[in-house]
């Protein structure tokens, strides 16, 4: 009976051990995909499936980027789902991938901006 515990305290012991290796090595894929950043920028206009974005490429300059989409599209407005026909000039929108045929377009009607709080005068 003792040898019985013995073995299972192992059989446990072991299964904790590799329980910890497959999360360190789930970890570090993880770690190891690069993360993408999102197209983002405002919608000029939507034509079918083609939706038009005004990126900034600096404070000067912004340049109009045309975003494919298809009926895989996930489209969010405001948090709620949508459909690309929803998404109307003036809106912020984040496209993924930033390339190709955009799998999710999430879009705001406004940005979020904090407030500047005043210097003190002295």
Do not use: C, W, Y
Request: charged residues 30%; proline residues 5%; aromatic residues 0%.
């Amino acid at each position: 009976m003792k040898a019985l515990v013995k073995v299972f305290a192992l059989l446990v012991v072991l299964g904790l051990v590799g329980s910890a290796e497959a999360k360190k090595e789930a970890g570090d894929k993880a770690a190891a995909a690069p993360k993408v950043k999102p197209l983002r920028g405002v919608v000029k206009s939507v034509d079918g499936t083609n939706v038009t974005v005004t990126v900034k490429v600096s404070k000067e300059e912004s340049k109009d980027v045309v975003v494919a989409t298809d009926d895989k599209t996930e489209v969010t407005v405001d948090g709620q789902a949508a459909k690309v026909a929803d998404l109307k000039a003036g809106l912020h929108v984040a496209v993924l991938p930033p390339e190709g045929t955009a799998t999710k377009i999430a879009a705001r009607t406004a940005v979020a901006r904090p407030k500047k709080e005043a210097a003190p005068k002295g």
